[in-house]
């Protein structure tokens, strides 16, 4: 039997002596109704009416035990490792996601230096071939030149005499000896004396940009070459531009995972069996 129901019977003696001593010794024919007094309600049913019936152990609620500090910056270093730790099934997707961009990001990055090989290997076949010498890997902005100019030109078209900038502009070295005469010379037609510092400074500006003879090229006579040139360092460009973006999102999602830990070991659902309420347990700290 439950406890708010147990039965006192020194309690039920007490109050039922006190009301036959309160009841008149003369009562008319008519039926009267006791009148019975909150107070001997209370005296019957003692303390257990005030009471509410207590719950087993383990159907009692319990707060959330505290995540450790450490749980967001763990997710921050493997995304989904905070979720873990806090036991949510979410760190799966987290994980997925991870491990799916870097695979991405390392097909990516494989298929813009496989490109990238490709481009300069046609390079020192074809554009580059007929120049003895040497011939080093050139940089980046180097390729890119190739790409858009028919030719480098002559660092010097005239040895014997000096260095004689390349004359042709349709060539890189003869658009650079344009750009240093239009910038240092007052007209790019008309030279300055010879010795002067605006013939100085052109020609310095000269020497600095102008393609080295180990770096030159020509596509002269091969314009279907240059083609597949232009098609192949896209490419590599554009696999190159998509391993950046991979990294991109691989950041991303680690930035996601951490600020979700944080708000998840900050602010926990507390659900209650004894009364079926659900409520949201946080802290925030200020300084």
Known sequence: ?????RFDPVALCTTAGAFL???PPCVSAQAVAPVVHPRAVFALLGDTATKRPELPPTMQASAPAQAPWWTPLASAVVPG???ARLGQDRFVAYAAVEGYLWIRYLSDSR???SARRRYRDLALRVSRAPFPGPKPVGNFEYYERMEHWVASGTLDSDPASGIQPEPDTTTFNGSIWLLARRTYWSSPATPPPPGSAAESAAMSFYLRSAVAPEFAW???N?????DEYRRR???SNEAFRRAAHDVGAVLANHLLSTVDAYISMRLRVRSSPADGSIGLEGSLTFR
């Open 222 to 226: 091969a314009p279907l070459q240059q």
């Open 21 to 23: 001593l309160a009841t």
């Open 218 to 220: 020509s596509w002269r």
């Open 233 to 235: 360092i896209r490419a």
């Open 111 to 113: 298929a813009g230096a």
């Open 81 to 83: 490792a905070g979720q």
């Open 1 to 5: 039997m439950p406890a708010y129901f």
